[in-house]
């Protein structure tokens, strides 16, 4: 192995990028570099397809047991454990991520993810097997696909490597996988552990560069059988359209605009604690970030108020501080998207409760820092009210009725994460079933298992992460159909030539 730290890997090789092209990646709390990988192009990208496709095709892991492979996949998640620390170091300089929210909640969650998956691969079956038509059994088998690429996002890269690799692995899949060009240190490290578990060669091909080249390359690719992408809902429709080139399977899990609706009898405490919580996570750089708070107008100005005094509370600093509640966003660009809602929403004539700026002083002068902010008495029909942000900015607006409230929460083009707060087990429920989302939790916002499906309705995509349902993603159903009669000729032969026997 070549001796540069990060580099691409291929057909079980490390390598640059064919024309020996680089991009830099900065340390979103410092500006400073961080790292450099290969900058990848279509030929790098055609060589990890070619390099998935043969481990797919002649390769020893489709042909592996579902046992085997849950034995490998157990290993890698045993390696993953005992390098949490390290990669949750590297996750938080590159991401901007809080130590914490690395080391306490991504990586654990990600070896959890991985382990399920490996049981899961075990218990993969057809639902039945039966004779459905005189003289026949009919048998489901489950296959994979053949080769996925997987497309991750910056905002939680290794945890997303893992919701894409697992399931796809854990069917006999192969892979292709390409982190966002601002977050790839992660993706690369967690080529090396695939490599010390022993995974074969071209089983997993891991490629840096830009999306617009890369992954456009394995969308449009005759030779990639699945792509399944977590990024934004404009990327999705890009890819919806090169993967009509060969009908290929898509799996998308795009934006969010999750709505949290707080009714008058709702343990109010619970409810403004859960809210930053579920609004601050990750610097609100999250698809199931609670971003509309919906509160029902007797207790509206007590929410707003006890919010307020909770995101006071937020500690804002360097993230490898184990004090720090709330790094820095990812990217220049990403602070100034955040900006310019900020300065949209006071446009709109939203009232802004606190925040809306950088915070002041030498230790935020280098990194993208910005303020926890609330804005409040906002209209369902404003730009910040609807639109995907993906910062440490919500906003806050009161309803009437049940009915009212169920309204203005489905109405938005995302669907991927709702919540309801009330004690009214009935109400409760009702609202719940209501919500035009993948997800509607009860008195919580936010908490994922391994066990249950995450995905979206909607423009927030299709196809599940998480779960048995997202390893079903994975696979194709094959209905083999055999004859038990050996005969020569068939009751229902005469339909297309002959008369009935
Ligand atoms: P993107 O959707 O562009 O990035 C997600 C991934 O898609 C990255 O790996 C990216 O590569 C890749 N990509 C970009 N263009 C293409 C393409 N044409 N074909 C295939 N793959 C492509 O998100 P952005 O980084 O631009 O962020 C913009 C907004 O998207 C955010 O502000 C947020 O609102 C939303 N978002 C939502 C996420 C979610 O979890 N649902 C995650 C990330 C962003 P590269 O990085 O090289 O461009």
Redesign the pocket.
């Known amino acids: 192995m070549p001796k540069a730290e990060y580099l691409n890997y291929v057909g079980g090789e490390w390598v640059g990028a064919e024309k020996g092209e680089t991009t830099t990646v900065i340390n979103p709390a410092n500006g400073a570099k961080l790292a450099d990988v290969p900058k990848g192009g279509k030929a790098d990208a055609e060589a990890a397809i070619d390099a998935a496709r043969e481990a797919f095709d002649k390769g020893k892991w489709p042909r592996m047991t579902p046992g085997d492979r849950a034995a490998a996949l157990l290993k890698l998640a045993a390696l993953i454990e005992s390098d949490m620390d390290r990669l949750a170091i590297l996750e938080s300089k590159n991401q901007g991520k809080t130590i914490k929210q690395a080391r306490d909640g991504d990586l654990p969650f990600s070896v959890d993810n991985l382990r399920f998956m490996a049981g899961a691969a075990r218990t993969l079956a057809g639902s039945a097997s039966m004779e459905y038509a005189y003289g026949a059994t009919s048998i489901l088998r489950r296959e994979p696909i053949g080769v996925v690429g997987s497309?991750?996002?910056?905002?939680y890269p290794f945890m997303m490597d893992i919701w894409k690799i697992a399931p796809a692995l854990a069917a006999g899949n192969t892979v292709v996988l390409?982190?966002?060009?601002?977050t790839p240190v992660t993706t690369i490290e967690l080529a090396k552990i695939i490599e010390k578990a022993g995974l074969p060669p071209g089983t997993v091909n891991v490629i840096t560069?830009?999306?617009?080249v890369?992954?456009?390359a394995?969308?449009s690719s005759e030779k990639v059988d699945m792509v399944s992408?977590?990024?934004?809902t404009?990327?999705g429709k890009?890819?919806m359209r090169?993967g009509a080139n060969n009908v290929k399977k898509l799996h998308l899990?795009?934006?969010?605009k999750a709505p949290f609706i707080v009714f008058d009898d709702a343990n109010l405490e619970a409810a403004a604690q859960g809210a930053v919580a579920a609004s601050m996570v990750n610097g609100g750089q999250?698809?199931t970030q609670a971003a509309r708070f919906l509160v029902q107008e007797k207790v509206y100005p007590k929410f707003v108020r006890r919010m307020v005094e909770l995101l006071k509370t937020i500690r804002i600093g360097d993230p490898l501080e184990r004090t720090t509640d709330l790094g820095p966003l990812v990217s220049d660009k990403?602070r100034e998207?955040v900006e310019k809602y900020a300065s949209i929403a006071k446009g709109e004539g939203a009232k802004l409760e606190i925040g809306g700026a950088r915070p002041k002083g030498k230790a935020f002068e280098k990194g993208w820092y910005y303020l926890p902010t609330l804005f409040s008495d906002a209209t369902f029909d404003m730009r910040i009210s609807c639109e995907?942000?993906?910062g440490p900015i919500v906003t806050a607006m009161s309803f009437r009725t049940e009915e009212q409230a169920i309204e203005i929460a489905n109405n938005v083009i995302y669907g991927l994460y709702s919540s309801v707060w009330t004690k009214n087990i009935h109400r409760a429920f009702r609202v719940a079933n209501a919500m035009h989302f993948g997800a509607a939790e009860i008195n919580e916002h936010l908490p994922l298992v391994s066990e249950m499906p995450h995905g979206g309705y909607k423009q927030s995509g299709f196809g599940k992460d998480l779960s048995i349902y997202s390893l079903e993603e994975y696979t194709n159903v094959k209905h083999v159909f055999v004859d038990m009669t050996d005969a020569d000729r068939k009751p229902w032969h005469y339909t297309t030539f002959g008369d009935p026997m």
């Not at 497309?151 to 905002?155: A, E, L, S």
């Open positions: 497309i991750t996002p910056w905002n390409k982190p966002a060009s601002l560069g830009p999306g617009s890369l992954g456009e394995l969308a992408l977590t990024g934004d404009s990327t890009e890819i090169a899990e795009l934006g969010g999250d698809c990403q998207k995907e942000v993906f």
